[in-house]
């Protein structure tokens, strides 16, 4: 039978605060074990938390750049399970009453615009870590650094058909949140998280298939892979007579598989109440509206700017501001010269390629945005080749020397003397006679040659208007 | 009542004696009685009460401030490791 996948996504993302949700412990990534921990955070008796204002401006930004409804009153529940990363017996979260409602995302996949549903965006608290493998057969181990570090959950209306779609949606999710600064949306690190809901159903039904959950998907490739995995799974068991069974799995990347994964807790059963610690969290229009006004310029908007400030095609404009640093890398660029197709050209060309091949972002890169801008002009002031342009590129890349020392340097200046350039051409025709006869007899295709010849001779430096010109001359 | 009852004791990972069962099953379906009764009441235009007392947002501002003994808290668990808590092995991976 043919079937259609229906997905929806759960990201969270960690805010970007210095403290916890809860208590004044830090963040910070990377702490030796259990040393951001306090009587709040891992559970003591007695300790009372208290919000981070911070935290709800970051997740109304959020809700705000995903055009949702930011409800007034939300409040604080708690979801009981007892596992180890959680000392409380408890994670404060917001269940019934979530601060974020009904937004959406539009997102573009194989030049269709779809638009997807943002069911709701709550805030709530990170567990800890545990570790399986410190060398002890029966134990784990737990760090509660991570604990009550505050997150966002947003979820995705079943919106999604593919796991292309799937991707796109959670690619752009992770730019929109690193443009606001509300999430470093380090991947690697744990900062964004995504699960996955899939089920299948018959073409044309109505109705939803029973869905698994995908759990552990820290890349947007391993997203596309664990749900293309998964709707293949289904379409078998479908097809063999059986029935998909709503659980919880894991994508594992290395057997390209989906596991099954036991359950946290029998049933599901989360007893979610009202966290009686926490008062309700109200924020009035005054409070929405002064964040509104802080909301920085989103992609989409900057990409529409890119079409109408610096004429580029709206593609282009597209690539540049998928990514806030390197957007504001390509605005460095013009400041230093104004010319955005030229300077947009590098980037999407040899830029991004080079960044692709040695596994780089923008951010790490020697090379400044007025070096390149520099490059470029030299280009278009005939100083240099385009050719030439590509070596100083490479070597800016490398070692993030100024353009013009590496010119000196390495004698790359474009020679636009025209009696310097005779001298060559002259030499290169009394040798070629043979070729000089072929082109006189009509094989006018030879030209090429002669002016490879030339600027093989002169290095790649002679210009090659003044080149094309002179031989022109010589051999007519 | 009784099955209730013994779900929710699992849960909360308790665990009791047959006869305070006994007293807490009988105990538990007075409260449900008493539940049963005030679910006649209309409430259809009454906000439900998360809290009982009528007071809002609470704040700390967004600084990071070490705690002054964190070594002390894992020196207190029932057992540590390496600074790190020591659990019973778990292991989600099926």
């Known amino acids: 039978m043919k079937y259609e996948a229906v997905i929806g996504l759960e990201v969270h993302a960690q805010l970007a605060t210095k403290s916890k949700l809860f208590c004044p412990c830090s963040t910070a990534f990377g702490a030796k074990p259990n040393t951001n921990i306090c009587p709040v955070c891992s559970g003591q008796a007695g300790a009372l938390p208290v919000l981070n204002k911070m935290a709800v401006e970051m997740a109304v930004k959020s809700g705000l750049a995903l055009g949702c409804t930011i409800q007034e009153k939300s409040i604080f529940a708690r979801k009981n399970y007892f596992y180890p990363d959680l000392p ?3 994670q404060i979260s917001q269940y019934e009453k979530p601060l974020c409602l009904n937004g959406h995302l539009d997102i573009v996949t194989d030049g269709k615009l779809k638009r997807v549903h943002i069911q709701r965006i709550h805030m709530e608290e990170d567990a800890g870590k545990l570790l399986h493998e410190t060398g002890h057969e029966n134990f784990s181990h737990v760090d509660l ?7 966002i959950e947003i979820v995705s209306g079943p919106d999604l058909s593919t796991p292309q779609e799937a991707a796109d949606t959670y690619r752009k999710l992770r730019n929109i949140l690193v443009y ?4 470093d949306g380090n991947m690697q690190e744990g900062n964004l998280r995504c699960d996955a809901n899939v089920s299948l159903r018959p073409i044309g039904a109505k109705a939803f298939g029973t869905r698994s959950e995908i759990k552990n998907v820290n890349s947007f490739k391993f997203l596309e892979n664990a749900i293309a995995y998964e ?7 479908l097809d063999g007579g059986g029935k998909v069974v709503q659980e919880t799995r894991l994508w594992n990347q290395a057997k390209q598989m989906t596991t099954s994964m036991r359950s946290k807790e029998e049933a599901h059963d989360y007893r979610y109440f009202p966290d009686p610690d926490l008062l309700p969290l109200v924020v009035d229009t005054l409070w929405i509206e002064k964040i509104k006004s802080s909301l920085p310029e989103l992609p989409e908007a900057k990409a529409e700017r890119f079409v109408s400030d610096y004429g580029l095609p709206e593609q282009d404009a597209q690539v540049l501001t998928a990514e806030k640093p ?4 390509f605005e460095e660029c013009i400041v230093g010269f104004n010319a955005p197709k030229k300077i947009a050209n590098w980037i999407m060309a040899e830029l991004m390629r080079e960044l692709k091949s040695r596994e780089l972002d923008i951010t790490q890169i020697k090379m400044k945005p007025n070096q390149l801008a520099h490059m470029v002009a030299l280009i278009e002031n005939g100083t240099i080749s385009g050719a030439i342009g590509k070596t100083i590129f490479m070597e800016m890349l490398n070692s993030g020397t100024d353009p013009d020392k590496i010119i000196e340097a390495k004698g790359l200046k474009q020679v636009t003397d025209t009696s310097t350039i005779e001298i060559v051409i002259d030499k290169i025709i009394a040798k070629e006679t043979e070729n000089v006869q072929r082109y006189k007899s009509g094989k006018t295709n030879v030209f ?4 490879g010849a030339v600027m093989k001779e002169m ?11 002179i031989l022109r001359k010589k051999l007519n | 009542m009784k099955k209730v009852l013994e779900k929710m004791i699992r849960l909360a990972r308790l665990k009791l004696p047959e006869e305070e069962m006994n007293r807490l099953t009988k105990k538990t379906e007075h409260v449900l009685e008493y539940i049963e009764r005030l679910k006649e009441l209309n409430t259809d235009d009454i906000e439900p009460t998360s809290h009982a007392i009528e007071v809002v947002n609470a704040f700390r501002e967004d600084a990071a401030t070490p705690f002054s003994n964190p070594k002390k808290i894992v020196e207190i668990a029932p057992k540590s490791f390496e600074n790190l808590f020591e659990v019973p092995r778990v292991i989600d991976e099926g």
């Not at chain 1, 090429?448 to 002016?451: C, I, L, N, R």
């Open chain 1, 88 to 90: 409380k017996g408890y």
């Open chain 1, 448 to 451: 090429g040659f002669f002016v």
């Open chain 1, 459 to 469: 290095g790649g430096k002679a210009n090659p208007k003044i080149v094309n010109e």
């Open chain 1, 231 to 237: 709707i293949k799974r289904q379409a078998e068991i």
């Open chain 1, 326 to 329: 390197m957007a504001h890398y």
């Open chain 1, 145 to 151: 650094n991570r604990c009550s570090t505050p997150l």
């Open chain 1, 180 to 183: 606001l600064e509300v999430c």
